[in-house]
């Protein structure tokens, strides 16, 4: 497990969220989502704030009302289709 995947755990289980928000096969990371993630298309986006290669995870609605606004205001798309 990495350092991010671990401090990221601790941090949902403080909160009293999903231990697996948003990580790979876990839940939606938007708290007002958390939707199952494993099995469904999965997006990611890079998390700057904390560790330089960490990314976490949201589903497809949430990823792309997250385009939409990153177009609206014309900023680089940050969701990205889990390969
Ligand atoms: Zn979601």
């Known amino acids: 497990m990495s350092m991010f995947e671990r401090a990221k755990r601790r941090r949902n289980l403080q909160e009293g969220y ?15 989502c958390l939707a199952p993630l494993a099995g469904q298309p999965q997006y990611s986006m890079m998390d700057h704030e904390t560790f330089t290669d960490a990314r976490l995870f949201y589903c497809k609605p949430c990823a792309d009302r997250f385009t939409a606004w990153d177009e609206s205001i014309k900023s680089p798309i940050r969701c990205r289709p889990e390969q």
Do not use: Q, T
């Not at 876990?26 to 708290?31: D, E, F, I």
């Open 18 to 32: 999903p231990e697996d928000k948003g990580l790979k096969d876990g839940h939606c990371n938007r708290s007002g």
